[in-house]
């Protein structure tokens, strides 16, 4: 698990997905709307689906349709949310974005 992942701005506490977390990786996921962050331990084949609904639920955005959100890594959109983290791309300590997938007005 990398160390500095779970400590650099993030919220306290770590989110685990998955019951073998012997070949777990270590993520960030951020909400720049809420300007948040948290960290996550995701067991080997995770998907992004499960990652971005676990987020959603810890940021408190569960009262939302996931359809309604979208979810980046390296500035890219992962366009098939059903692969494993790791085979969207992401390795241990990566950052992924989620975003509201329409921008919202300002009140």
């Known amino acids: 698990m990398s160390a500095a992942v779970n400590v ?6 770590v989110v685990a997905l998955g019951t073998d977390l012997s070949n777990a990786i270590s993520v960030r996921v951020q909400m720049p709307e809420l300007w948040q962050t948290i960290a996550m331990t995701l067991a ?7 990652m971005k609904k676990a987020a959603l639920e810890a940021f408190g955005e569960y009262q939302h349709p996931s359809d309604e959100f979208v979810v980046k890594l390296h500035g890219w959109e992962v366009l098939d949310e059903t692969v494993p983290v790791t085979e969207a791309g ?5 950052t992924f ?8 007005p300002v009140r």
């Open 97 to 104: 974005l989620v975003s509201y997938r329409h921008r919202r």
């Open 90 to 94: 992401a390795k241990d300590g990566s």
């Open 8 to 13: 650099l701005r993030a919220r306290p506490g």
């Open 44 to 50: 080997e084949g995770t998907s992004v689906l499960a």
